[in-house]
């Protein structure tokens, strides 16, 4: 790909969770990102030692990452990446992109006629936004700049891997993540599956 981005600054944070899971982090930070935004990369684990680094791509989702909402699975999702990859090494990238890419109020918006009966991504079409808005190319520049041309990819959406593999980012395996249900996300999750061909087993969860 023709722009590349560069590392800016790392720093060591340590992680702790909710449910007393904790581990250290070396955050990476970047200069030259095509969006302009701010997001950051979390070596998680023996990194340096992966010969192929397990990577989540992880949207920003402010009420599910910070205050649990049960109407995603977005949560349990982060909670459990940074668990899986620290076994193995590699790195969760953190995307700035709230609401599939529509920003913070539009969700709640969207959330709203989701209340009415459309499914996710009608909402956010409904609103004149796009169903899905993210776009993965600041997430190849973030692999490329880390050294990471090559990955193990964990994640049920198959949008990822094909747009990572258009930018020059080889996905050696597709790890699924875990499969996170209540009755809040249900209807969520469905459409996931339904629509963006999400691969999440739903049927073997109770």
């Known amino acids: 790909m023709s722009e590349q981005a560069t590392v800016r600054t790392n720093v060591r944070i340590p992680l702790k969770f909710g449910d007393g899971y904790h581990t250290d982090a070396q955050v990476f930070t970047f200069d030259g990102l095509v969006d302009g935004q701010e997001h950051v990369a979390l070596a998680l684990g023996r990194y340096t030692e992966a010969e192929v680094p397990l990577v989540r791509l992880h949207s920003e989702c402010l009420t599910g990452d910070v205050f649990g909402s049960a109407r995603c699975d977005c949560g349990p999702q982060l909670r459990d990446a940074v668990e899986q990859i620290t076994k193995v090494g590699g790195y969760l990238i953190y995307l700035r992109q709230e609401g599939r890419g529509i920003g913070l109020y539009n969700k709640l918006d969207a959330y709203a006629l989701q209340d009415q009966g459309l499914n996710t991504y009608e909402a956010n079409e409904a609103l004149g936004l796009p169903s899905d808005g993210r776009d993965y190319t600041a997430a190849a520049q973030i692999l490329h700049a880390l050294g990471a041309p090559e990955i193990r990819l964990l994640s049920n959406n198959p949008d990822k891997a094909r747009q990572l593999t258009l ?25 996931k599956v339904a629509v963006t061909g999400h691969l999440i087993a739903l049927n073997s969860a109770a």
Do not use: C, E, H
């Open 167 to 191: 930018r020059g980012i080889a996905v050696r395996d597709k790890v699924p993540t875990g499969v996170f249900v209540t009755a809040s996300n249900l209807r969520y999750l469905q459409a």
